[in-house]
């Protein structure tokens, strides 16, 4: 979320994504608020169903170590529908962050076999 810096002046965002509200839903970037339009149509167009929006996927069991309790992880696509069958995963990207292709890495050794993963 932007902020103030020190002179007032707006602070940009760290990849300067522009933040895009499509009916009611406020998306990260102009691109995925376009790409959520697209799903939308095809949706209405019976090309694909069940559109989800930020499906999550457990990529790490929680796990027990020295006495702390460490949370499990998750990969957080931006959507899932279903499309000839297929569960189809959908991430849109505009800056590749190495924390990003190592959950999308673990995404696909752990669901690649069950889903179709696009990114755009």
């Keep these: 979320m932007a902020g103030l810096g020190r002179q007032g002046e707006k602070l940009k965002n760290k990849y ?3 933040k895009t509200t499509i ?3 406020t998306f990260d970037s102009k691109k995925e608020a ?3 339009a697209e799903l939308k149509m095809l949706e209405r167009a019976g090309e694909i169903q069940g559109l ?12 027990k ?6 949370r499990a992880r ?6 899932e529908y279903w ?3 297929v569960r189809t995963v959908e991430d849109v990207k505009g800056m590749r962050t190495k924390e990003y292709t190592l959950k999308r890495h673990r995404f ?3 669901y690649g076999d069950q889903v179709r993963f696009i990114e755009t």
Aim: aromatic share 16%; net charge positive; glycine share 8%.
């Design 108 to 110: 696909l050794e752990l």
């Design 34 to 36: 376009a790409r959520y």
């Design 23 to 25: 009916d009611g839903i």
């Design 65 to 70: 170590w020295n006495g702390k309790t460490l």
């Design 52 to 63: 989800k929006l930020q499906p999550r996927y457990e990529i790490s069991k929680t796990v």
């Design 16 to 18: 300067r994504n522009r």
């Design 83 to 85: 499309q000839n069958g």
């Design 74 to 79: 998750f990969y957080v696509a931006d959507f």
